[in-house]
């Protein structure tokens, strides 16, 4: 019997450090059977920092999985994202800016969603024992919905 891949997990980051240590114990823990990872920004971080710091912070750390900024309700600030090159981003929200940030979205092959995905906060001090634990589903780490 074939199963399906287990769900990515979603780690929550605001820096540079808590990123490698989420690639760090993704790089120890490497098998056919890791569950992928996503990274998503704290709860409207494209509003207060803005796109380019979210872009910068990928860029310094070498993340490639998918990393979504948060925007709050802020269309102009999803635009934005996308203008820069920021393929996955979290728009809150409905009503003809939402739309129409939704149809750029598309037309750009990015993703959009409408709420934060279940997540994991990796925090300021990351400890790796907990991470794995929230890579891997054990222990049932804090997840917050």
């Known amino acids: 019997m074939i199963h399906p891949p287990p769900p990515p997990r979603v780690f929550v ?3 540079a450090v808590e990123i490698r ?3 760090a114990v993704l790089r120890t ?3 056919p ?4 990872c996503v990274l998503l920004s704290p709860a409207d ?3 207060f920092m803005g796109p380019a710091w979210w872009h910068a912070l990928l860029a310094e750390t070498g993340f490639t999985f998918p990393a979504f900024l948060d925007c709050g309700t802020a269309a102009g600030r999803a635009a934005e994202a996308l203008g820069l090159g920021l393929r996955h ?3 809150h929200g409905t009503g003809r800016q939402a739309d129409t940030i939704n149809l750029l979205a598309r037309s750009l092959d990015a993703t959009c969603l ?3 995905p279940p997540h994991c906060v990796v ?3 990351p400890s790796p024992e907990r991470l794995r634990a929230c890579l891997f589903d054990t222990d049932h780490p804090p997840i917050r919905p």
């Open 13 to 15: 980051v605001a820096s």
């Open 21 to 23: 240590a989420v690639l």
């Open 89 to 91: 981003i979290v728009l």
């Open 114 to 116: 409408h709420h934060r």
């Open 45 to 47: 971080a494209g509003c």
């Open 123 to 125: 925090g300021p001090a």
């Open 33 to 36: 059977h890791t569950p992928g």
């Open 29 to 31: 823990h490497e098998t």
